[in-house]
């Protein structure tokens, strides 16, 4: 489904599964904050080699009036506004890229707590050859090491100033009996204020490599995979601070699509869910 009327200088791209996991490219105005005239195109599948071409169907002068769209870190989205709206700037969402480097947090805290779960285990076993009941050691706040890692996984994705009392009692636990996790979470605060504190792409650069250093020099593999997938986008992520753009209308979008397919109750006519999909938004 092609709607050219609905384009306009700033568009976001995103995909969405309309049912059975099947993929849809969904591509909307963000002036019209998810109403009427939102849907500019909505595509099967995600493959930037079947998309590209149907999008080229718009005709060229239409195309060339996109000077913005915004995306997640998918390659395929990326390749697919480079051949279709060759004048539009690419913005990596800032969201997602946090959620990335929020990710690298969380894989050294799994990482640590299947090893508690693996000394547990062990230790509950010589017990048992023994004879011994087995108490595992409770720190002060009450957890024993393997609660501790599990019950802190919402405390990593906050800042300090944002813990309740309980979580801050929790977080000093935690941090004196696993210092690597205390590196990696400061490592993630520190690329939180790069886009909190920065208000040029030139201030933005500076801290993003000062950024880059300390997980140099830290060297925890998962922020070193983070670090290089940002670096190959570093230009589209950049590109946030000129407008400070957000692919948070794409997601909105998405969500009403998937609300709407709950309220029918799925999908069981999809040419038909197609069709007042385009009633509604197009």
Do not use: C
Not at 31 to 53: D, F, W, Y
Not at 164 to 187: G, H, N
Not at 263 to 278: A, C, K, P, Q
């Amino acid at each position: 489904m092609l709607f050219e009327k609905n384009i306009s200088p700033r568009l976001s791209i995103d995909e969405v599964a309309l049912t059975n996991g099947e993929l849809y490219t969904v591509i909307t105005n963000k002036a019209k904050h998810g109403r009427k005239g939102s849907l500019v195109a909505m595509l099967e599948g995600a493959k930037a080699a079947n998309i590209a071409p149907v999008l080229g169907q718009i005709p060229l002068e239409k195309r060339l009036v996109v000077t913005e769209v915004t995306l997640d870190m998918s390659e395929s989205m990326e390749a697919i506004i480079k051949k279709t709206f060759p004048k539009a700037m690419i913005v990596t969402d800032r969201f997602h890229v946090q959620q990335l480097v929020s990710s690298a947090v969380q894989e050294v805290r799994i990482a640590l707590r299947w090893s508690a779960i693996k000394e547990e285990n062990e230790q509950l076993r010589t017990a048992r050859e023994e004879g011994l009941n087995y108490r595992p050691v409770v720190y002060k706040n009450g957890d024993t090491k393997k609660q501790l890692l599990a019950r802190s996984r919402y405390i990593l994705f906050k800042p300090e100033n944002k813990w309740t009392e309980s979580q801050r009692e929790r977080a000093a636990v935690l941090f004196q009996e696993f210092p690597k996790l205390k590196e990696a979470y400061d490592l993630s605060m520190m690329f939180r204020s790069y886009y909190e504190h920065s208000r040029t792409a030139v201030e933005a650069k500076e801290k993003l490599n000062k950024w880059y250093e300390k997980v140099t020099e830290k060297d925890i593999d998962s922020f070193m995979t983070a670090a290089h997938s940002i670096q190959w986008r570093e230009t589209t992520i950049l590109n946030y601070f000129i407008n400070r753009s957000t692919n948070a209308s794409a997601e909105s979008f998405n969500a009403k699509l998937k609300h709407f397919r709950t309220v029918v109750r799925g999908v069981r006519d999809r040419t038909f869910h197609l069709f007042r999909v385009m009633k509604l938004y197009a």
